[in-house]
């Protein structure tokens, strides 16, 4: 019997419709909002400029651990108290930390709405943050890490980003921070993070009926009590790319596999090449039919999966590339995936590539963009990287829009495989000698 299997054509892309954005201010925050009519759910999202970025370098997961902290009880209730409260109407805090921002919600039936914003005001404002319930917290989440450090990956990320980034700044470090630093943190840490980025208004995100519901007395509960000017935001971090390539080799004696990591630095979020860059990043390797997984493992064999793509914040971006191979491949599987980076940022894409990396990403929009919590999800978006209120409305356009040339132009210019850090996490003494005589770049010893 012989198999034989051809990929499927693209598809065509169905068409969506992003809602009208209501922007205005209250109470001295912002209300942003969008109008689902007949939607019987709503969504409220509180937006701080408080994510990791606003970390102290050194006091990494302060972000995290106040997160936990917050269903910990208020001013006004214990924890009990306010967890029923929360529960009586049918909903629960859902918290959320990246690099620009810290977000707290609430999803609830239209009408139990108001009440619910009142309870998260009451959360982020009027923490309780007894020191004992903080340090217990925070006891719980290094030890969440300790465990997730324990497997490949976490370090060799790590390293990744002090190369790129420098560890001597806060976007040189991990995002959530590692075991030691957020074992270190004490209570003080947290009451202060609170009292210096949770007293300022921020943004309140509304998606639901606005017919339904009085925009002016939600963001007077969100906002109440709140003060405190502008900050600055500060504008992109541009990163210089590295002269030269380097292997940093990260020990795992006794692994099986190899933990492989490449990067560099790349644009912010609101470059205006995001979209150009984001096709040639999923013909590359953002999607399960790219350049990089057909090769390392429809026909190399050397792994189970190898992803690659842009990834941004508001200040700065980085291109890589993540897999886990087999101790013996290890050096071929890296030669493999410097060699198709650098194929794509010398050739460019081709019409065939293109077309379907087009189709999936258009197409997953009329997808992903259909509950109020994906609208709340796409208004943060447009708020944390200042974007125009009809972004989401004209994406569609601009995905189906982008033609080879622009795609090819986005590679030549933001792939730089000539200043890729590699980074293999695995059995030193199996796979030192044969990384050298790669000759890919200087290989160097993590310590």
């Known amino acids: 019997m012989t198999l034989i299997a051809a990929r499927p054509g693209a598809g065509a892309a169905r068409p969506y419709r ?51 902290a917050l269903e910990e009880g208020t001013a006004q209730r214990d924890a009990t108290a306010f967890a029923l409260a929360v529960e009586g109407l049918g909903t629960e805090l859902v918290t959320g930390v990246d690099w620009d921002s810290f977000q707290v919600s609430v999803q609830v039936p239209v009408d139990r709405l108001s009440a619910a914003v009142e309870l998260l005001a009451e959360a982020v404002r009027t923490p309780r943050l007894d020191p004992d319930d903080v ?14 450090w324990a497997n490949p990956g976490p370090r060799a990320d790590a390293v990744l980003r002090a ?11 991990p995002m959530y ?19 210096e980025w949770f007293i300022r208004p921020g943004t309140l995100i509304v998606a639901g009926d606005l017919d339904r519901l009085d925009l002016d007395a939600l963001g007077a509960a969100a906002f109440a009590g709140t003060g405190g000017g502008p900050v600055d935001r500060g504008g992109p971090i541009e990163v210089p790319a590295r002269a030269g390539r380097r292997i940093i080799l990260v020990d795992r004696p006794g692994s099986v596999q190899s ?18 860059m984001t096709l040639a990043g999923t013909v590359l390797g953002g999607a399960f039919t790219s350049r990089l997984n057909h090769l390392i493992r429809e026909v190399r064999g050397y792994t189970y999966g190898i992803r690659g793509d842009f990834a941004s914040s508001r200040r700065f971006g980085r291109f890589a ?56 999800s796409a208004l943060t978006t447009l708020v944390v990287h200042d974007l125009p209120d009809d972004y989401h409305a004209r994406l569609r356009e601009s995905l189906l829009a982008a033609d080879v040339a622009q795609v090819s132009a986005a590679a030549a210019t933001h792939l730089r495989p000539e200043a890729l850090t590699l980074v293999v996490e695995g059995d030193s003494a199996l796979i030192r000698d044969d990384l050298v005589a790669t000759g890919l770049g200087e290989v160097t010893d993590h310590v």
């Open 18 to 68: 992003f809602p009208t954005v209501v922007r205005r201010d209250v109470a001295g925050g912002r209300v942003v909002a969008a109008h689902l009519p007949g939607q019987n759910l709503a969504v409220a999202v509180l937006l701080l400029d408080a994510g990791a970025g606003r970390e102290p370098v050194g006091k990494e997961g302060l972000a995290g651990v106040l997160a936990k």
């Open 177 to 195: 921070g590692d075991p030691e630093s957020v074992a270190a943190l004490d209570a003080e840490d947290v009451t202060v993070f609170h009292s």
């Open 163 to 173: 190369d790129l980034f420098g560890a001597d700044n806060r976007w040189g470090r």
């Open 259 to 276: 933990t492989l990591r490449l990067g560099h630095p790349s644009p912010h979020r609101a470059h205006p090449d995001h979209v150009p």
């Open 321 to 376: 590339v993540a897999s886990g191979v087999q101790t013996a491949v290890t050096a071929p599987a890296l030669v493999e995936a410097v060699g198709e980076i650098t194929r794509t940022q010398l050739t460019g894409v081709t019409e065939d590539e293109l077309a379907v990396a087009r189709s999936w990403r258009a197409g997953q929009l009329s997808v992903e963009l259909q509950s109020p919590r994906a609208i709340a």
């Open 135 to 148: 340090r217990r917290v925070r006891d719980d989440e290094a030890t969440a890490l300790r465990m997730d």
